[in-house]
């Protein structure tokens, strides 16, 4: 960014400090963007067949922005696609073992290998549009499931227009089992899966199992041979080398990259072989950074960084390695360079765990902790990791004032904080809904860690699709108040060409003649039913799909289960395999509830039918009404217990009726949680008025946040409300873990945004500690603290060019302020206000 | 307790939570409507009077008119700019405020039970617990609602909570002396320290509030109670931001005070309350005002220092401004997302 423009308002933005020579020219070069002469923008693959396809629309299926480019995408990948010489068995094979084999030769062989200047961590390129591999049966008949009125495509746009959300199978969003790999070497994964293949018996040899471990088998190879392209590559580079530092650098990299195939010993090879082991399963999934996460890294790498440190390693050298470690997470966001800065999105996710609980609630604070809050303290701004500290009752002060130092000195909080004993209160009754307390129990609970953005699983053996599903509560709202139909004939904005309005919902009865606020309830409660299975059926569509036609077998080997079962991933074969469903605009529902009652019921404002009329109108002409809905009825937020009761009653209801569902084809059962990613910003758009005084085109509620601007009470009553909505506490010491509830495993998204001055004076931090403290008895699961200025956010929206690296974190997924859209920048602004607007 | 004290309630503007302005930790603040002085600068000018009052805000209005259909006294009118409000004939009954649907009408001061306000503030225990906070009377003036303070203090005190008072000592000995039993710390306003220059801002002489202050200095070294007492010293622009102001009450904490003060607090001015003002129909001289700088502030800080009393106690607080810069980030109006009162928050442009 442009500093001297900063300085000239005054304002503070983090500026990356600390850098040596080599960072700073890596970490300039990544921010050149399109401009730079090396990149990782996607590259196409082909078999060369006329049928061919390499862009699996089906992932971006949760990314309604990308709906009109899903046709021009698979033809541009299509067109750009250079052919690989096939091995002369490819179509002999079954779909898992071509898949294998073409990612790997494309990696290995087609994709050229760099180094960048001065960088000590091998593995470049990794961004892939491969081909999907399929034969002409596969592809047609596959293409038959997505195109057409009844096709996938068709039925999910069906659905997001219709204001119920979005749905699709979905990559990444897990913690592959990296520890494992590091500890053992693909050697060891490769030596298991041969195992396992040659214990099979011939008929299962000949059959699927042994087709997907012979897939995992080849696939193993993939990160051991292209180490040794980059060891040669390294070797030639220290040739060149006239400089003597560099050039031992470079010999010592062509040394460490025995891994990943071999177990790594030092700090240096761990962070070598986790990258190459991390930037592989992008490519298997050709997708980049979609939620593939680390997991607690800290504890993983800490037996490495020890060892390193023992037998001499300089600790600001090790720091050093995680830099270029933090650069090469970033060149994920070159996969669409060429579109320009917005891409397709810019929040990925590929989330490092710091901190928390371990065995018996030990706190599991080290040095590498430290070591690496260094790393993003003196990177930061910079997207990727995202780190997600984790907190709990037993967190030493020395975090907290880290902590709380970064935070005060940051325009947003460099780290989201995860609530460890809400957290785990959650998974453990995941493990009592699903029957899997053998795999989840007090025992391991400490070790979940979350993944994309806040989205809480366990690591290694577990894929809970915690991105597949976004559901909007609203929409059962407005379904109880019309009978089960839409209140609005839906025009399509392209084509102009309107839709009749159906019985989409269930008949639950005209609103206009209930009686009593019951029947109300009860009316909504059957459509929220409907549109919990509606969203369901609607993600069996892609499901079905994808583990047919989208084997990931890279992926697989890294997940506990699918070596085991003789399942690819995508088949359901991770031990923990759910699929997760995100409810989008809860408060705002809640808060539309709450007006309902209050306006139609208990003070009798209007009748049933003058708010239905007001909705329709959106508004218009019902000014007085409206006022009353938003500034009368009462809200979620401010906790008052008559409110959040509210709150607490629809998400049990909601929450009981997505334990319920499953998937057909794989038997993944779906569990609930609250992200809601950007969806409350774009759905408010296709959403109708709603009772809580919201109109058509205003944005609906965040996650679990309150509605925008109705937490009057402040930071601790609507930590308050969110806990309480989340199942409480028990002060009797029931409860799931320690006397906490929290009925959504996945977690839920808490964003509170606070002025800079309560950070001004160390008196006014050792407060804020205390109110984190507070937070982690009171509060939710995970808490995103922004603290923002609107005045800069206003000079960024109109000098964008001067704020490129102006960070703000919505939702729990970083964004760079200029790259959103311009509604979510006013969003932000709004929140930070909080009156100054 | 006994049905006499029951019954008894009192009048209360809000409740702020999580306030870290009003004594150590975070707190929960109940501010007391009523005030015997009346600061020419007063920052909480909704709290001076100890009637509840109705306003009216523009930037919340709708133009709807309902709250002059529902004035039986005829006491509301519509002007420029909005509703014209005729103090003389309004009688407080707030049907205009229940008619109002968007908050526009609204009243300062509200009847409360100290039960309900127990509850209210118990909710944040857990935070007091952590931040070595707790709950803070404040006003407007608690003592001149001196049973309702003491019942809510005892209450208070009773659940384990840290009390603190915040007063400004213009009372009877009697009534401050009753409510110490139940009070951990006094917050004592020492706002000038000539008695002709406090009767002109304030309308009343000091002589009392400092007697007051000598006798809780006194009941402090003789009984504990209370526990710990703060001074506070608002730093107000050419009027109590003066040399001679800060070394004369620097003087008297020295030799009346001697080491028992922990804290001699010298908060600066802002005018974040100019639309109470609007709001009340007051003209205030004030709202053009600026922030003290960080100069001006600082050299006062230090004359507070050198006065005589423990440097240490010496704390400066609030905005203030950069001498050389118009652009700084503390000198605009900045309101804190964290302290906001509720009106504030409400006015938020929420869907716009």
Request: aromatic content about 8%; overall charge neutral; charged content about 25%.
């Amino acid at each position: 960014m442009n500093t001297s423009a900063a300085r000239k308002t005054a304002q503070k933005i983090k500026e990356p400090k600390n850098l040596s020579a080599r960072i700073t020219w890596l970490r300039d070069y990544y921010f050149q963007g399109a401009s730079r002469a090396w990149n990782n923008e996607f590259t196409a693959w082909t078999t060369g067949t006329s049928w061919d396809v390499q862009f699996d629309e089906m992932t971006f299926y949760i990314v309604p922005e990308t709906y009109p480019f899903l046709q021009p995408f698979r033809i541009s990948m299509q067109q750009n696609a250079k052919p690989v010489k096939l091995h002369p068995d490819f179509w002999s094979w079954s779909l898992p073992e071509r898949k294998a084999w073409f990612v790997k030769e494309v990696m290995v062989k087609c994709v050229p290998q760099e180094i960048l200047p001065g960088d000590l961590i091998a593995g470049g390129r990794f961004n892939l549009q491969t081909s999907m591999c399929w034969n002409e049966k596969e592809a047609k008949e596959r293409d038959g499931f997505i195109y057409g009125k009844k096709g996938v495509r068709a039925q999910m746009k069906w659905f997001h227009d219709h204001g119920y959300g979005n749905s699709g199978a979905t990559s990444g969003h897990l913690i592959p089992g990296y520890e494992r790999a590091l500890k053992i070497g693909w050697k060891g994964v490769c030596k298991d899966l041969e195992e396992r293949y040659n214990a099979l018996s011939p008929k299962d040899k000949k059959g699927k199992r042994g087709a997907q471990l012979r897939a995992m088998i080849t696939a193993s190879t993939m990160p051991g041979e292209l180490a040794g392209k980059y060891a040669n590559l390294c070797e030639k580079l220290a040739a060149a080398e006239k400089n003597a530092t560099r050039r031992d650098e470079l010999t010592q990299m062509a040394k460490n990259l025995r891994v990943p195939w071999e177990p790594a010993q030092t700090f240096w090879e761990a962070v070598q072989a986790l990258w190459l082991t991390h930037m592989l399963v992008m490519s298997d999934e050709n997708y980049p950074g979609p939620g593939v996460s680390f997991g607690r890294i800290d504890q993983y790498l800490l037996p490495y960084w020890q060892y390193s440190l023992k037998n001499g390693m300089d600790r600001e050298f090790g720091k050093e390695i995680l830099k270029c470690f933090w650069i090469h997470a970033n060149t994920v966001y070159d996969a669409m360079i060429g579109i320009g800065n917005q891409g397709i999105t810019s929040g990925y996710g590929q989330l490092i765990t710091l901190a928390g609980v371990g065995p018996g609630g030990r706190d599991m604070t080290n040095d590498l902790t430290y070591a690496m809050l260094e790393v993003i303290d003196d990177m930061s701004p910079l997207l990727e990791p995202k780190p997600n500290v984790r907190l709990h009752r037993g967190t030493p002060e020395e975090l907290l004032d880290k902590v709380v130092d970064m935070i005060s000195m940051s325009q947003g909080a460099p780290f989201l904080l995860n609530f460890d004993e809400r957290s785990m209160a959650g998974m453990m009754c995941e493990a009592r809904k699903a029957g899997v307390t053998h795999l989840i129990n007090e025992n391991n609970v400490h070790d979940y860690s979350p993944v994309g953005c806040l989205e809480n699983t366990m690591q290694g053996n577990d894929r809970s699709g915690t991105v597949d599903n976004n559901l909007d509560l609203l929409k059962a709202v407005e379904l109880a108040l019309n009978n089960g139909k839409d209140f609005h004939v839906f025009v399509d904005p392209i084509t102009g060409k309107s839709e009749k309005i159906k019985q989409d919902g269930p008949k639950t009865g005209d609103a206009v003649a209930f009686a009593t606020w019951e029947q109300f309830w009860n009316s909504y409660a059957e459509q929220t039913r409907f549109i919990i299975k509606r969203c369901a059926e609607l993600y069996e569509q892609s499901e079905s799909i994808r583990v047919r036609f989208c084997p990931t077998p890279y992926l697989s080997c890294l997940v506990k289960g699918c070596a085991e079962k003789g399942l690819d991933i995508t088949e359901g074969g991770a031990e923990l395999s759910f699929t997760t469903l995100e409810a989008i605009a809860f408060a705002t529902t809640v808060d539309s509830l709450l007006a309902v009652k209050h306006l139609v019921f208990d003070k009798k404002e209007c009748t049933m039918a003058e708010l239905i009329q007001a909705l329709k109108a959106n508004w218009k002409g019902y000014e007085k009404l409206q006022a009353k809905a938003r500034f009368k009825a009462p809200k979620y937020g401010r906790d008052d217990d008559e409110a959040d009761a509210m709150a607490k009653a629809v998400m049990d209801l909601w929450c009981e009726e997505t334990w319920k569902r499953r998937t057909v084809s794989t038997n993944r059962q779906f569990r609930p949680g609250m992200l809601s990613w950007n969806y409350w910003v774009g759905d408010g758009f296709i959403l109708p008025a709603s009772p809580d005084g919201r109109p058509k085109g205003r944005f609906l509620s965040n996650a679990i946040c309150p509605s925008n601007g109705a937490d009057i009470n402040g930071p601790t009553a609507n930590a308050n409300s969110v806990g309480k909505a989340l199942g409480g506490r028990d002060t009797a010491g029931k409860g799931d873990l320690q006397g906490y509830y929290n009925c959504l495993p996945n977690g839920a998204s808490h964003t509170i945004t606070i002025n800079p001055s309560l950070l001004n004076s160390p008196e006014h931090r050792d407060k804020f500690k205390a109110f984190l403290q507070g937070y982690t008895e009171n509060g939710g699961s995970a808490l995103q603290i922004n603290m923002l200025d609107a005045d800069m956010l206003r000079d960024a929206q109109k000098r964008p060019e001067d704020y490129r690296s102006l960070l703000v974190r919505i939702t729990g997924y970083n964004a760079y302020f200029t790259s959103i859209g311009r509604e979510l920048q006013d969003e932000v602004i709004a929140r930070i206000s909080h009156g100054a607007l | 307790m006994s049905a006499n004290e029951k019954n008894i309630s009192g009048t209360v503007l809000r409740i702020q939570r999580m306030s870290t302005e009003d004594g150590p930790g975070i707190r929960s603040t109940i501010f007391f409507k009523g005030c015997p002085l009346s600061c020419v600068w007063c920052h909480n000018p909704e709290s001076i009077s100890p009637q509840v009052q109705v306003h009216w805000a523009k930037t919340m209005c709708l133009g709807c008119r309902s709250c002059i259909e529902a004035c039986s006294k005829g006491a509301l009118a519509m002007a420029q700019p909005g509703i014209v409000i005729d103090r003389l004939v309004c009688n407080s009954c707030a049907a205009c405020v229940q008619a109002c649907p968007s908050t526009a009408m609204d009243i300062y001061g509200e009847n409360c039970k100290p039960d309900d306000l127990a509850h209210e503030v118990m909710k944040d225990k857990v935070y007091f617990q952590k931040s070595g906070g707790g709950v803070t009377l404040s006003g407007g003036e608690p003592t001149m609602q001196p049973l309702f303070a003491k019942e809510l203090l005892s209450a208070f005190q009773q659940s384990g909570l840290h009390t603190a008072l915040d007063t400004c000592g213009q009372c009877s000995w009697e009534t401050l002396e009753a409510l110490l039993p139940h009070t951990d710390m006094v917050m004592y306003d020492l706002k000038e320290i000539d008695p002709d220059k406090h009767k002109k801002f304030t309308g009343i002489s000091n002589t009392r509030i400092l007697e007051n202050l000598i006798r809780l200095g006194r009941s402090m070294k003789e009984r504990g109670l209370p526990g710990e007492l703060w001074i506070r010293t608002p730093l107000i622009p050419d009027f109590t931001a003066t040399p001679q102001n800060i070394k004369g009450i620097g003087a008297f904490i020295k030799e009346h005070l001697g080491e028992i003060i922990g804290r001699w607090e010298l908060c600066t001015f802002n005018n974040l309350c100019t639309h109470k003002y609007e709001s009340l129909g007051i003209d205030w001289a004030f709202k053009k005002t600026g922030l003290i700088s960080h100069e001006e502030a600082g050299s006062l800080a230090s004359l507070a220092r050198d006065s005589g009393v423990d440097a240490g106690i010496v704390h400066l607080s609030g905005p203030m401004r950069n001498a050389d810069s118009t652009e700084s980030m503390v000198d605009r109006p900045h309101k804190s997302v964290i302290n906001d009162d509720v009106s504030e928050c409400r006015s938020e442009g929420g869907y716009a």
